[in-house]
């Protein structure tokens, strides 16, 4: 029999073994995994049923909720009839560009294949969202939320909401994504959507007139006294949506993973693609439900008058429905108001984000620019015999072999590092014209809209510094009016028409970064270009070409059969994993020790 001694001195030791092999098996950052089957699901967002892009038989597909630095694998099966890729708005992918999911650094995934994503959400906190990047299929849906937590070790620069919430906002038509693009390439105009959704949801019968009847609509439900956390983004083709919350305020707290400084606005102008966080606090007296609302911007007639997205805010006491007029959007033609509203929005330089010191610790604005590009964009417009959009007078033609291919595997001609610094004195063209960027240099770009439409832009791998914009044409004088101190940085800002906006971005992440339009129509004809930055030092640290990179283009001989593809189908993620082999040693161990 083992005296008391030996067995005392026995489960001493195997606490202490326990604790070394937690943490040797926790202590590197946590995976995650997701199962993604995308396909064609039936849904009726404005009535009728229509075919949309669902994940798992979701529309909208499902939230991506993580943590600073976690890392993400997400298996993703193509069952829809045309290639496809997922791109993470927002994400930055540090070092690791394969993963980005656009035509520039992924070969598409086949219909019937599957393909895996893997990456980390290094040094990131905030509200971002996924989509498709191919052929117009954002406008038929495939796109879900991204929330990037804070870890435990960096609190909130406000107290811990009651609960969180993610709001979609898009226009929307009934014309499958295929007829739409079909009808881009042949020059017609979108014209006025269908309709707003929120959440994939039509409107709420606010009129009897104007919405009929048996339209099914978003109810929110939220309890009295509470503060909650409104993750809100626009996910539509091409129009900007004002929001708001029928005697509610809307206090912003971050926006694409920057947090901000926090103020109160009765309604937010939300242009294509960009995601914004409100803190929203239960304070009525829910004498009745409150609507919440998202309607177009920058139009006024009566077609678009009508096209409004409505869904409803429901206090657990509520006494009735809502009822009367919506909430009075901005003055419609006004985008004075609508710039100004964004010049508000500032960095809150001492908070804490990805990382424990203040974000204003980056002190962008004494940072020497190494580069200047004024980037001009024009209406579409024939272009041997084709419309086409074009940035610097040059539209994008994507190569056959994606540029990070080319690279990787020296393909002479795959692309040209000859982007112009401006718009040229010459006839507009189709070409692979890339911006030479310069690894750790600060890159100042100001977009010009020749536009009569809003439109926005979109940089991946970087959040860039929004430090200016104003109407009329651009000027070197115009850097006097710049924000040197506490512009927002984000992924995503708009460009007013007949104005320009100018950000600065620290080119401190190497690899082949999508600069594009977020408005679908004129990204889909031709407006984007891809910034290349190069480390000219060896980076052990950097992502190399991915076991499972499919091959295309003048690759195509390298590509392996599907069977023989990377699949984590069913993988359970690490922690689990890791709990089951440990559970198994600690269980061998304690016998051993009282044997």
Partial sequence: MLSASYLCSSCVSFFFILLWLLNGCFGGDPYVFYDWTISYVTASPLGDKQQVI??????????????????VVVNVKNDLDEPLLLTWNGVQHRKNSWQDGVLGT?????????????????DQIGSFFYFPSLDFQRA?????????????VIPLPFAVPDGDITIFISDWYTKSHKKLRKDVENGVDLGVPDGILINGLGPYRYD??????????????????????LRVHNVGISTSLNFRIQNHNLLLVETEGSYTVQQNYTNMDIHVGQSFSFLVTTDQNASSDYYIVASPRFFNSSEWNKVTGVAILHYSNSLGPASGPLPDPPNAYDTYFSMNQARSIRWNVSAGAARPNPQGSFKYGQITVTDVYVILNRPAELIEGKWRTTLNGISYLPPSTPLMLAQQFNIPGAYKLDFPYKLMNRAPKVDTSLINGTYKGFMEIIFQNNDTTVQSYHMDGYAFFVVGMDFGVWTENSRGTYNKWDGVARSTTQVFPGAWTAILVYLDNAGIWNLRAENLDTWYLGQEVYVNVINPEIDKSATLLPDNAIYCGLLSSLQKDQAQRINFSGAPSVV??????LLAFVIALFSYLMS
């Fill in 576 to 581: 689990d994993a890791s709990i089951t082999v």
């Fill in 208 to 229: 009897a007139a104007i919405v009929p009847d048996g339209i099914p609509y978003q109810l929110i439900n939220v309890e009295p006294g509470k503060t909650y956390r």
């Fill in 54 to 71: 669902g994940i798992n038989g979701q529309f909208p597909g499902p939230i991506l909720n993580v943590t600073t630095n976690w890392n």
């Fill in 106 to 122: 992924n070969c598409p995934i086949p219909a019937g294949w599957n393909w895996t994503y893997q990456f980390q959400v290094k």
């Fill in 140 to 152: 038929a849906g495939g796109y879900g939320g991204i929330i990037i937590n804070n870890r435990d």
